[in-house]
Nanobody
């Protein structure tokens, strides 16, 4: 599975960004999709996940501010990020996983920087 993430950038606190991740090489509709992030000096953490059944899960730190969605017709997953905080500064990674078929693939990451 190949994943291409984009949409990162520099934004002021309180602002918004939308990340996109386009997938190829798998039957996208069957995959669970997730966004992770890794801040400098910290471990990679799960931000949000959307299942093939459109169920969603969020990290407590982003609940109410971030929204994950998917468009199976475009093989793309999105992360709408609102009310951004400096603590949201990180490299954001897209992940596609399918436990039935036994794979988990990562995109190259896109940097989000939130200034105070």
């Amino acid at each position: 599975v190949q994943l291409q993430a984009c949409g990162g950038g520099l934004v002021q606190a309180g602002g918004s960004l939308r990340l996109s991740c386009a997938a190829s090489g798998s039957i996208f509709s069957r995959d669970d999709m997730a966004w992770y992030r890794q801040a400098p000096g910290k471990q990679r953490e799960l931000v949000a996940l959307i299942g093939s059944d459109y169920s969603t899960n969020y990290a407590d730190s982003v609940k109410g501010r971030f929204t994950i969605s998917r468009d199976n017709a475009k093989n793309t997953v999105y992360l709408q990020m609102n009310s951004l905080k400096p603590d949201d500064t990180a490299v954001y990674y897209c992940n596609a996983r399918n436990f039935h078929y036994g794979y988990s693939s990562w995109g190259q990451g896109t940097l989000v920087t939130v200034s105070s």
